[in-house]
């Protein structure tokens, strides 16, 4: 079957220093791909989901910027420790962390 279980997109977007809009790259959001990408494999989740780096996602402002589908849930993960519950609880889980969404915090 073609597809994933999972699919996660990290934003790495990168943009000049002086750019007001910031990117989520100058956030750590590399150290935050590393630890997902990481943490999935040696989950021995290889095979059902995939941590694809991504551009800009338009959620500028409150990136780290993390997206997971099928169940398009949007995150902002500002931190290795955040990244690393994201993992557990939604990636192995598939578990929300409610208190990391965007939405929460837009
Ligand atoms: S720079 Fe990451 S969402 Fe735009």
Same mark, same amino acid.
């Given at each position: 079957?073609?597809?994933?279980? &999972?699919?996660?997109?990290?934003?790495?977007?990168?943009?000049?220093?002086?750019? !007001?809009?910031?990117?989520?790259?100058?956030?750590?959001?590399?150290?935050?791909?590393?630890?997902?990408?990481?943490?999935?494999?040696?989950?021995? %989740?290889?095979?059902?989901?995939?941590?694809? &780096?991504?551009?800009? %996602?338009?959620?500028?402002?409150?990136? !780290?910027?993390?997206?997971?589908? !099928?169940?398009?849930?949007?995150?902002?993960? !500002?931190?290795?420790?955040?990244?690393?519950?994201?993992?557990?609880?939604?990636?192995?889980?598939?578990?929300?962390?409610? &208190?990391?969404?965007?939405?929460?915090?837009?």
């Amino acid at each position: 079957m073609a597809g994933f279980k &999972r699919h996660v997109f990290v934003c790495l977007n990168e943009r000049d220093p002086s750019d !007001p809009r910031g990117c989520c790259k100058q956030r750590g959001s590399e150290e935050i791909f590393e630890v997902l990408k990481d943490g999935a494999k040696k989950a021995g %989740l290889k095979a059902e989901v995939r941590i694809n &780096r991504a551009g800009c %996602l338009d959620h500028c402002e409150h990136g !780290p910027t993390v997206v997971i589908y !099928p169940e398009a849930v949007w995150y902002h993960v !500002p931190t290795v420790e955040d990244a690393q519950e994201v993992l557990q609880s939604h990636v192995v889980d598939g578990k929300v962390v409610e &208190r990391l969404l965007i939405d929460r915090i837009a």
